[in-house]
């Protein structure tokens, strides 16, 4: 009885062939909400794979691509030779525990639509704990004391024009130190008015797609990719066209066979969660396939501070000779991430439209820590700390290396990387033959060790198998120990 109760509510599902949505996608919302609506209880046991096609008359690769997502995100649990069940633990239960109380079956308004798509892509929480989780920065060495005194310079007597902050753009001494710095550093073709401030680069993405895209637009995305990022596309009404990475980035040439596309968000300088740089060609026939298309595109430049092999690389953005690059970066990752304070610089042509369409959106970016950070970088110190931290990471990376190489042997392939926080650990034949990524990145986290697996990125089947190891933020003499810990995790049979 318990296990047709279970399989009851997935009978209800309806997927619709002719729509623009792919069948895994709708199957693989279908099951979520399911499970974020109580409907299928923690423990409960999944219909088998081939009894869901059936039921549902679709082929077995839908249904295992739906499944794939599914236990990726930690909705499903793939017990090996026992099937498939719903988790004691979801990824955000507090839908479930809601919708459980009776909420639901209120009387009252429901959300739209689009309020239940952007409810239920929210409940996936990044993981912060955990040795080696990407994406981290080390700020244990930050000058914390530095930035309490410039905070405490601007705010004792701070000026009318800072506590009004009427400028829909953000602090113009921001504006203008960031501009610099990039023309500086990053080669981008940037004035104090190009650059918009704003909590992330999310929020960036989010705000770029809301002006430059219409509901069903097509949106190339890196596969695999960064989900953040696509999820806010997604969110936007983007229909995500998947295009495949080599060693050179994006295969450009290829996408003559994909549909046409409004906008391509593109990480060149290291793109996540490969760790590559596209090359120059790539960048050119990117630009070049923008101008026939009359299409846009974001760059997303997350880490692009920390290369350890000659200086940072000239942005894509500065190759641009028609104004169809939005340029996108952050400093939660070169600082600390609560600082939440990002950017996006905009085409000169677009300048005013942005701005307006920010006063609409957002009377104005929080400004308080805005003229502390101007300070700071116009001050040289956040160059220096990006010195440091570049060669603190370098030389955790050296580190990382080494242990892998004394204990990792036969289980776990690791290449240097010229740049990033984070390296990508090829399963090896041996290991590969015993269990997929999925299961050495559940077996890492037993053991306390955050590695995720690297098939969790891609939005179709996945291609490639590995493990993501951050290293920027574990401290020099807990790399060994930790690298240890995760071997005899992967050695248990």
Known sequence: MSRRRAEAPLLTLHLDAEAAEPLHRQLYTGIRELVLAGRLAPGARLPSSRMLADELAVSRNTVLLALDQLISEGYVEGRAGSGSFIPAELP????????????????????????????????????????????????????????????????????????????????????TAIADYLRTVRAVHAGAEQVIVVSGARQAVDFA????????????????????????????????VPVPMDADGMRVIETGKAPPARLACVAPSHQYPLGVTMSLA?????????????????????????????PPLAALQGLDQDGRVIYVGSFSKVMFPSLRLGYLVV??????????ARATLDDHPASAMQPVLAEFIEAGHFAAHVRRMRKRYGERQRLLLAAAERHLAGL????????????LAALAPALARRMDDKEAARRAAA????????????????????????????ADQAIEPAVRKLAAALRVA
């Open 447 to 474: 053991a306390g060790i955050n590695a995720p697996a690297l098939s969790g990125y891609f939005l179709g089947r996945p291609t490639r198998q590995g493990l993501l190891l951050g290293y920027a933020a574990v």
């Open 412 to 423: 776990l392939q690791l290449t240097p990387d010229p740049a990033g926080m984070h390296l």
């Open 92 to 175: 955000d239960p507090a839908p479930a525990a809601a919708r459980s109380r009776g909420e639901r079956r209120s009387a009252g308004p429901r959300l739209s639509q689009r309020g239940d798509d952007l409810a239920a892509r929210g409940a996936r929480r990044p993981q912060r704990s955990g040795l080696f989780a990407a994406g981290l920065p080390d700020t244990s060495d930050f000058p914390f004391e530095l930035w309490s005194r410039l905070a405490a310079k601007h705010w004792r007597r701070p000026d009318a024009d800072l506590i009004a902050a009427t400028e829909p753009r953000g602090h113009l001494r921001l504006r």
């Open 209 to 240: 797609a809301r002006l430059l895209l219409d509901p069903g637009d097509s949106v190339w995305v890196e596969e695999p990719g960064y989900a953040g990022i696509r999820a806010v596309l997604a969110a936007a009404g983007a229909r995500l």
């Open 347 to 356: 085409p000169p042509a677009t300048v005013d439209a942005f701005a307006k």
């Open 282 to 310: 790539r960048r050119l026939e990117l630009l070049a396939w923008a101008r026939r298309q009359s299409a846009w595109i974001i760059e997303d430049d997350y880490d692009s501070e920390f290369r350890y092999a000659g």
